[in-house]
């Protein structure tokens, strides 16, 4: 099945694309109302209009929310007959870790051994904790300075579908069908996706360009839900309060304390799913402990939920004083609920994983994806690599060969669909 084709190159590299969009800061930040969460976000999204203007795309459009949408024309001559494909990416970078004056390195043909980044030496890319690096021998790798994350997530997703865009152009024997793009803001802080104009993309189904490791295709996500505890308690004056003051922290403590310690992110792996409490807030009157619920099935977070309400009836055994609720809310669901009807999706990215002479991995992700938002508002979507390592750190690195075969396997991918349809 492999097409051995000569293609005559785009007029710029993918890896002076990416050097160009990981220099711009376009850091996310948690708990804004405001989409886009930073005013950042508009600077890359205006570059991009004017780059896909650039590349002959059409329909461009900047939602006011900042999300930038534009359609590659079809080449075919019954475009109707093929299915309108979606490909996404998001521009913003974590909050967790600075995204600002990012200073990519490119480490030229890698020779083996730990990658120690130039301003930081403390911050050590080792091969003990990233084995793929012995598979990179005489690649460019690429890495930030050690004093910031890369963003290779994801401005690896724009650079590559970015390519594809050129290399469709200067291929024009390449056929496809329609391509419906989108460059999303606030993918992190998780609110951008909101905003997403389903209808108005046109497309029947999506791939976000958004995963890791080279080969790996995600069909799954986490169900996920969120609960919320709250423990309620009774503030006095401490001077005068015996037999008055009802502490609420000693009931979140004891909550806490009765968690399971076989099921949490901590110590759980693969398939597995967990049980996190990972925020919260303490104060003699009200106390509150948010608990993340993942399971990759729904009966597996129903018997998380019973758990955490198990739990609250032990402790409020223990603090009859304290009033104890739990409100639980979904979050996301598993995409393989869906795409499971649509096997072509994920046969198309393998084939076309294929092509570009990779081994495909098709496996769940532990975590959510804007395409869980997008596949339950009716656009099938899941996640394809990118060839980025080490997400939201500053170890964060990729690969010219990385971005490039992203970009082929982009190409194979659109042309496929042509082809099947
Ligand atoms: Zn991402």
């Not at 598979?135 to 050690?146: E, F, K, P």
């Amino acid at each position: 099945m492999t097409q051995a084709v000569a293609l005559r190159s785009p007029t710029e590299s993918v890896l002076a694309r990416f050097l160009r969009y990981v220099a711009i800061d376009t850091q996310s930040a948690e708990d804004v109302d405001a989409v886009p969460s930073t005013p950042a976000q508009w600077d890359i999204a205006r570059l991009l209009v004017g780059e896909l203007r650039h590349l002959g795309a059409q329909d461009i459009r900047l939602s006011d929310t900042c999300v930038v949408y534009a359609t590659i024309a079809a080449n075919l001559d019954d475009p109707a007959a093929i299915p309108v494909i979606g490909l996404i990416a998001h521009m913003d970078t974590a909050p967790a870790v600075s995204g600002a004056n990012v200073k990519a390195v490119v480490h030229a043909d890698y020779q083996g051994g730990d990658i120690a980044l130039p301003a930081d030496p403390t911050q050590v890319i080792t091969v003990a904790a990233n084995p793929v690096l012995q598979d990179m021998l005489g690649d460019d790798i690429i890495t930030a300075d050690g004093t910031t994350l890369l963003g290779s997530d994801d401005k690896a997703g724009i650079a590559t579908i970015l390519t594809m865009v050129d290399t469709l152009r200067a291929n024009p024997e390449i056929l496809h069908g329609t391509i419906a793009i989108a460059f999303t803001p606030d993918e992190e802080p998780g609110s951008g996706i909101a905003t997403f104009d389903v209808d108005g993309f046109g497309a029947a189904f999506a791939y976000t360009v958004d995963g890791d490791g080279l080969g790996i295709i995600y069909d799954e996500t986490w169900h996920a839900r969120t609960a919320t505890v709250t423990f309620t308690g009774r503030n006095t004056h401490p001077g005068s309060a015996k037999g008055l003051l009802v502490n609420s922290v000693f009931a979140f403590a004891d909550y806490v304390s009765r968690l399971p310690t076989d099921m949490l992110p901590e110590t759980t792996e693969g398939r597995e799913g967990f049980v996190h409490p990972g925020r919260g807030s303490i104060e003699v009157e009200r106390s509150t402990l948010v608990v993340d619920l993942r399971d990759f099935e729904p009966t597996g977070l129903e018997a998380q939920e019973r758990l955490l309400r198990d739990i609250a009836g032990q402790t409020q055994g223990q603090y009859p004083d304290v009033g104890i609720e739990i409100a639980v809310e979904d979050r996301y669901r598993n995409i393989k609920d869906v795409l499971k009807d649509q096997p072509h999706l994920i046969e198309n990215a393998i084939e076309a994983t294929r092509r570009a002479g990779l081994t495909p991995v098709v496996r769940p992700i532990r975590g959510g994806t804007d395409g869980a938002q997008l596949t339950f508002r009716g656009l099938p979507t899941p996640d394809l690599f990118t060839g980025g390592y080490n997400f939201h750190g500053k170890l964060e690195f990729n690969s010219r060969r990385g971005l490039e075969k992203t970009t082929e396997m982009l190409v194979h991918l659109v042309q496929i669909v042509a082809e099947v349809s």
